[in-house]
């Protein structure tokens, strides 16, 4: 689930290192949280399509994430954490882009 609102994000930890170099300017970053507002460490978050395809990231303590020179496209991005329904939204990054990420436990889905 993405959250309507995109906010500033500031101290994001070191994300996993790029399985392909990028050579792309723009910046997605954010936060990973439970819909109970519980930030989420350890989610980890895949580029699946286009020129960043197979880049990766996983949130810190805080829930933050941080993808760096990433190149402008639009592509979908799995996010994955233990205890939870993973999700698969489409991001369009033509500039840099801050947002928060939603995940639900199983047992809200029914």
Do not use: H, Y
Request: aromatic residues 8%; glycine residues 8%.
């Amino acid at each position: 689930m993405l959250v309507a609102g995109m906010i500033a994000v500031a101290g994001c930890a070191e994300p996993l290192s790029p399985v392909t170099p990028s050579n792309g300017a723009w910046r997605f970053s954010g936060t990973i949280s439970s819909t109970a507002r519980v930030p989420i460490a350890g989610a980890l978050l895949t580029v699946q399509e286009g020129p960043n395809k197979g880049t990766r990231a996983a949130s810190d303590v805080a829930g933050r994430f941080l993808f760096e020179r990433l190149e402008a496209a639009r592509f979908k991005v799995v996010i994955e954490a233990p205890g939870f329904v993973s999700v698969t939204p489409i991001v369009d990054l033509r500039w840099d882009v801050d947002v928060d990420f939603s995940l639900r436990p199983p047992e809200e889905i029914r």
